[in-house]
């Protein structure tokens, strides 16, 4: 296991990964042969890689990103996504049962259908949304990226032992 911290995914590399995936160009070019980071052999002239600050030359670049390194990023992204998505359905759902919940326990409006109809309706409309947003939005995203995050840390290290 190497302590090294995962340099992926670099936003020129992510870009030009979701551009190969969408088919919009060849998955193709110069990267560093460590961290993918795409990177331009005539000016980058014995410099270092901006990413992983190892040494550019031509015997440590490769000419397309491995499908081991797709598949990673795909793994991340679905990892953050379900967690988005599960935490909006969570606020979703805690709106539905504070609403019935309102509606139960107040008398007038329980007593009166219509009334206790319509000022449930206005309470899903609104705490539905904005339950979604802070659930699904704030803790779901957060918490979607850090599992997102040591899945890569997990699968990079593995990657590494594999290849070096
Ligand atoms: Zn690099």
Known sequence: MSVEKCP??????????????????????????????????????NKKCEICKKNITKNNTVKSVPDEIF??????????????????????????FTGFLIIFNTTFLFANEILGTIILFAYLLITGRLF?????????????????????????SEWKDNNN
């Open 132 to 156: 979604a947003n802070i659930f699904g939005g704030i803790i779901g995203d957060q918490l979607g990226y850090k599992k997102g995050r040591s899945r890569l840390e997990l699968r990079w």
């Open 71 to 96: 598949a990673i990023l795909r793994e991340v992204r679905k990892i953050e996504r379900t967690y988005v998505i599960s935490f909006a359905f969570l606020g979703i759902f805690l709106s539905l």
């Open 8 to 45: 992926l995914f670099s936003e020129k590399l992510e870009l030009h990964m979701v551009e190969v995936g969408n088919g919009l160009r060849p998955n193709a070019g110069n990267f560093c042969k460590f961290c993918f980071n795409p990177v331009e052999l005539a000016s980058n002239k």
